[in-house]
């Protein structure tokens, strides 16, 4: 195939990767706003509520290591269509037990817990195979149109939920989500996930791995990367530490500045807008030079974006500034978020070998889960017993240090070693 050829095909790769993710991510969220509103209106049951949210984060935890030894060892695109028909099976099912027994608690857990276990595989495999679909000088494009979709959907997928929810009946939501999912299915399959993957070729008779084996490889090829250690050791802070953002924010604003429910969703639509405006913004631009130095100070401002959370709480603002200045915060927490993200994804899309991406990513993606739940735990105790202000800006401020240590000049050297040629130019230059 051609030069030509594979870059045609790879624009067709973005566009078709983008829309597939679209459809998919609109299906699911309106779906899972819809049996959210469900449960929370048939049983009036928190606990009811909080057992599907750990149907749908337990797997997933579980699952991640294995969803990357699979997408190391297996075609990526089978992986995908097969666990996209699965998804499409999962829905199919619970519409045939809603039209003949009513929907029941027990159907909506089981069929959570396989379109967990579905996304996982889906997510991983599709995360690892971006270098695969699309040439090199596009992964900042096609990671920022992927995170577009994700943003459009956060965006619509509310306010289409609500409106649908009212005036179309559960079995028709299912329907239409199954719909979504055939479509995916479609345009996954015209896609070639080895298009510019560079996999090792199988050796026929060479000994097998075992899953073991593979998985500790796959760590073992981790701890020799010291730039890769550093990325995922920063990524784990982060997740815990936001844990006092994610918990404190809506604490905050709710229960200590009581602010109204219709402002309170406002700003919580104000980071979906920045994060679509930014993955806009990276998507026609041209790929950022120094992710690993852009990502450290963009981490700082996220820190610091954090603490701001607490300001109202130590100086006194009127409602209607206090409105608008968590608007801009959260704003500028959406901005942020794609800025440090996505720059950095798709540095270690082009350091991690393609035998190793499922691996790489999927424990990563373990690591991260398994600590989220942990922090939001930790937090929500301290919230209870500690002022709240104080538990942000310690938090921002251990986030802060901690980057500027793993992160100090030297590691960022390390990363882009044409930050000292540059200096050595400059100085000649003078």
Not at 152 to 180: H, K, N, Q, W
Request: with cysteine; aromatic share 12%.
């Amino acid at each position: 195939m051609s030069e030509a050829i594979k870059l045609k095909r790879a624009t067709y790769h973005l566009w078709t990767f983008t829309i597939s993710k679209m459809i998919s991510s609109f299906g699911a969220q309106v779906y899972a706003f819809a049996i959210s509103f469900y449960i929370l209106q048939v049983t009036g049951s928190a606990t009811s509520f909080a057992t599907n949210l750990i149907c749908s984060i337990l797997p997933r935890t579980v699952l991640a290591p294995f969803a990357g030894y699979v997408a190391d060892k297996y075609s990526r695109k089978t992986i995908v269509i097969v666990a996209q028909i699965a998804t499409t099976l999962a829905i199919g099912g619970l519409l045939a037990v809603s039209l003949t027994y009513g929907l029941s608690l027990i159907a909506i857990y089981a069929t959570t817990v396989v379109l967990a276990m579905t996304s996982t595989f889906s997510g991983v495999t599709f995360t690892s195979s971006i270098t695969g679909l699309v040439d090199e000088a596009r992964i900042q494009r096609a990671m920022s149109m992927n995170q577009m979709s994700i943003s459009f959907a956060a965006i619509g997928a509310p306010a289409l939920g609500g409106y649908l929810y009212g005036v179309v009946s559960m079995p028709m939501f299912l329907t239409m989500y199954m719909v979504a999912s055939v479509t995916a299915v479609i345009l996954e399959s015209t896609m070639n996930f080895n298009l510019f993957a560079n996999r090792k070729e199988v050796v026929e008779g060479e000994p097998k791995e075992s899953m073991l084996q593979s998985m500790k490889a796959g760590v073992t090829y981790l701890r020799k990367q010291p730039i890769l250690m550093t990325l995922i050791w920063i990524s784990l802070v982060i997740n815990f530490l936001f844990g006092a953002f994610q918990v404190g924010y809506a604490f905050i604003l709710i229960e200590k500045l009581k602010m109204i429910s219709t402002h309170f969703g406002y700003t919580e639509g104000a980071t979906a807008v920045g994060t679509l405006l930014m993955s806009i913004y990276l998507s026609i631009r041209k790929e950022i030079k120094y992710p690993l130095w852009i990502g450290k100070w963009g981490i700082i401002a996220m820190g610091i974006v954090m603490g701001a959370v607490a300001v109202p709480l130590l100086i006194h603002i009127p409602y209607n500034g206090m409105f608008a200045f968590y608007l801009g915060l959260m704003l500028s927490f959406g901005l942020l978020s794609i800025l440090v993200n996505t720059p950095l994804f798709v540095m270690m899309q082009k350091m991690i070998d393609d035998d190793y991406k499922g691996r790489v990513f999927s424990l990563l993606e373990t690591m991260a889960m398994a600590l989220m739940p942990l922090g939001m735990v930790l937090f929500g105790f301290l919230y209870d017993v500690v002022p709240a202000q104080w538990i942000l800006l310690a938090s921002s401020s251990i986030l802060i240090v901690v980057v500027l240590i793993m992160a100090r000049p030297s590691v960022v050297r390390e990363a882009h070693p044409e930050l000292d040629r540059t200096k050595t130019v400059n100085v000649e230059t003078v």
